[in-house]
């Protein structure tokens, strides 16, 4: 029970208070700002937070997380373009009721529902972390790597992109984290003998570079798009009759939210999707939904706000990120020295529950703010991209240099960002690189010790029952799509037949 | 009822996955010439052997995706972005001078180039912005800037 409080106790201190306020603002601005989101936000933050302790930097990052994950729904009632992916589903119904006149209203559903999910989804954080991280402390290097081939193998259906163009991108990912001088013999590898790359390509500056500048060129192209932005007039908490029609979805979505955020890599986009879907197919009114039913931003807000606490479950339990911004998360724990993992919870179980607790207290926060401040933040809508993006650039490259204090990283971020945007426009999402950049030395590392282990004799991974069920979860992840497709392919010419 | 003749393949369609191949192959000749560590050394794994079959797996997923899901572009490159990619050039050809003065030309000409015509709004993104991130992070943050024509004014 120590942990716990000592956790709640990291709370009292004014400075970390303050900075949770600002980063909740700040992360309500990000999340309300087309073309920003939560992993862009936390991506362009995370080298300013390398010169505080690790408690307030990491309290930032998941600060930002939570509420631009909210946030997102106030673009997409208000100009039916989602401020972040994991809104886009909430555009469908918000904005038919912002139409019609019910902005106020939509906002407030969409603030109870976020709020809600976020305190559900924190509450199984709390649960869930420690006991995924006691099962898996006796895990060995071969069920590491195991695990780590699974968390990658779940960035096939991350994204946009299609699962095999997935899998590529997170390939060259983890190629990129074998630059540098290998850890197990210390051979170097494509350093083409500069001093720069003995240490490896910096993930910090490669997310910045995918992130926000391919974000920036991403915007080039939509100069042209006119944006109609609905006046609000207040935002009103949902009346007696709107709870009663959402509550059964907010708790259903707030549970289902949960649980793909603690699948590796899947996040809150997914989550909105399947929150949504389940609205519909439990709603009594399945015809309203697309034209503004209450439920629809219900069921997709509370699904992608727990999806927040879901996703930091394997991050911090198991050192697999389990959406786009925990991995950047993740990379600023690394850089903080901290050892995401089972370890995590018995050598810094006080950090580990003060992040918890700080998740708990912005998504309370965000509830106010969205409540009082929804008007004020919705006005950031209005800020023209000329002016948006420079400063975006600005800061990018700032923090890229903050790193390090190395023009180096400047140019990986660049070259990172136009890399980024061409991998977006050909269908090759950016967040499996993001992914495995990190966790490909990890995998590398594992598989070494694994064979060290293992007399280099790898079949023998096969013979250990937990790794041959993480194997076997990994084909399920490449494969089973593809096979349910071939067989509903199958099916589909019978029943025809027969009609 | 006839089929609908499937859309021509683009260009792309073969370019991308051929400079995917293309990178593997080069990288995949410089694993080959990785030390190669003693028995007693190796940890496991030689430092070329994951490398290989990571780069293997990469050529193998590239040939199935040219086969069954294709590059496809749904719309031209823009003007805008290439002329952003051509800002980024000037950007980085001004950095040998100085970074904040790069900063500074890059943050008004990008604001111009996508439709700032306020003359004391270019000035802000040009010279206050880039200021303003200058010493919030000299001062604060304690970050020491690369020398340059700008920076030496405040260093020395």
Known sequence: ?499 | MPRTPEPRRQFESWLIPALIILFCAAAFWLTTMFKTMPPVLKRGIQPSDFPQLLLAAIVVLTLVMMWIDPVRVKEKLHGTTLGTIALFVVFALLTSIDLFLALAVFAAALAAYWGERRVIVLAVMGLVVPVAIFFLFDMVFEIRFPRGLLTNIWYE
Request: with cysteine; proline share 5%; charged share 10%.
């Open chain 1, 1 to 499: 029970m120590d942990p716990v409080l000592n956790g709640l106790m990291a709370l009292g201190d004014p400075y970390l208070l303050a900075l949770l306020l600002a980063a909740t603002i700040g992360g309500v601005v990000i999340g309300a700002l087309p073309g920003l989101n939560a992993t862009t936000g936390a991506a362009l933050l995370l080298p300013f937070t390398l010169t505080m302790e690790p408690v307030p930097a990491i309290a930032i990052l998941t600060a930002i997380y939570c509420s631009a994950t909210f946030a997102g729904a106030i673009t997409a009632i208000l100009i039916n373009t989602p401020g972040t992916a994991a809104s886009a589903t909430t555009c469908l119904d918000g904005y038919p009721l912002a139409q019609r006149g019910e902005a106020g209203r939509a906002l407030g559903m969409a603030v109870v529902a976020s709020t809600i999910g976020g305190v559900f989804s924190v509450l199984c954080l709390m649960l869930a972390a420690p006991l995924l991280a006691r099962a898996a402390y006796n895990f060995s290097p071969p069920e590491y790597f195991a695990l780590t081939l699974f968390g990658l193998s779940m960035l096939a259906s991350i994204g946009d992109g299609s699962p095999l163009k997935n899998l590529i991108a997170g390939g060259l990912g983890i190629f990129f984290a074998l630059v540098g001088v290998d850890n197990l013999t210390t051979v170097e590898r494509f350093t083409f003998g500069s001093y720069e790359l003995y240490e490896g390509i910096g993930f910090v500056p490669v997310m910045i570079g995918v992130f926000g500048i391919s974000e920036l060129l991403v915007q080039a192209s939509s100069l042209h798009i006119q944006r109609k932005t609905v006046q609000m007039k207040t935002i009103d908490l949902p009346s007696r009759d709107d709870y009663r029609k959402t509550w059964r979805t907010i708790l259903r979505s707030s549970g289902i939210g949960t649980f793909i955020g603690i699948l590796p890599a899947e996040g809150a986009t997914v989550a909105s999707m399947i929150g949504y879907n389940e609205a519909k197919r439990w709603s009594r009114n399945p015809e309203e939904f697309g034209k503004g039913a209450i439920e629809g931003v219900a069921g997709s807000e509370a699904a992608n706000n727990s999806a927040t606490g879901g996703a930091m479950v394997p991050t911090l339990a198991l050192g697999i990120p389990g959406s786009a911004t925990a991995a950047v998360i993740l990379a600023g724990l690394m850089v903080h020295g901290l050892r995401p993992g089972p370890a995590m919870f018995t050598e810094q179980a006080d950090f580990a529950y003060a992040i918890f607790w700080s998740m708990m207290l912005v998504n309370i926060l965000f509830f106010f703010m969205g409540l009082r401040g929804a008007k004020l933040f919705a006005r950031f809508t209005l800020i023209p991209v000329q002016l948006l993006w420079p400063c975006v650039f600005v800061f990018s490259i700032v923090g890229a240099y903050a790193l390090d204090q190395s023009m180096f990283d400047v140019w990986v971020a660049l070259i990172s960002g136009v890399l980024g945007f061409f991998m977006r426009r050909y269908g090759f999402s950016v967040v499996p690189l993001a992914i495995g950049l990190i966790l490909g030395g990890m995998l590398e590392q594992r598989l070494g010790q694994s064979m060290v282990m293992l007399n280099e004799q790898w079949w023998l991974m096969f013979a250990r029952p937990l790794t041959l069920f993480f194997f076997v979860l990994t084909a399920l992840a490449l494969f089973g799509p593809s096979l349910m497709r071939f067989g509903a392919k199958q099916r589909s010419p019978m029943k025809s037949s027969g009609e």
